[in-house]
């Protein structure tokens, strides 16, 4: 039986056209996904309890900000559109955190968004893995990574 989000999401998903759009990831990759983000973004060793909040654990360069509006909104004035992206959507089952995982690009990941109501943090990650970007319950964007700090510094200036 799937969780709220993950059925939300599919609902989404087949209810939008979008199945080969934004795509869960295997259950053979999740795994790999997930410590390879701890790994390059927070440095929490595999053995050690891990963070929901991944955004309060950076360990690159990062910068953020607190938006009065909805901060998905923005996704598509940071991110190139043909990126290819991970999606890391959080939820609490059986009182533990657990990941979500999909591939897709950045308007898909925006309409997800915009559609549902189960999301509390969102974590989208540049498959080469160079940077980060948080949305957290907050409505703040925390995002981490020299390329991406630069860019959403250009983007704030402009705000």
Not at 133 to 140: E, Q, V
């Amino acid at each position: 039986m799937w969780t709220p989000l993950r059925q939300e999401i599919e609902k989404i998903r087949s209810d939008f056209d979008l199945t080969n759009k934004i795509v869960p990831v295997s259950l053979s990759e999740w795994r790999s996904i997930e410590d390879k983000v701890y790994d390059t973004f927070c440095g929490i060793p595999h053995n050690h309890s891990r963070p929901v909040w991944i955004w309060e654990n950076l360990k690159v360069e990062s910068a953020g900000m607190s938006l009065d509006k909805h901060a998905y909104l923005l996704l598509d004035k940071i991110l190139d559109k043909d990126e290819q992206l991970f999606l890391l959507l959080n939820e609490t089952v059986n009182e533990a955190s657990k990941f979500w995982i999909y591939e897709s690009t950045v308007l898909p990941i925006q309409f997800v968004i915009s559609e549902a109501s189960e999301i509390d943090e969102v974590t989208i990650v540049e498959k080469k893995f160079n940077w980060i970007l948080c949305i957290n319950h907050h409505n703040n964007i925390i995002v981490g990574g020299e390329r991406m700090v630069e860019k959403f510094g250009k983007l704030q200036a402009m705000l």
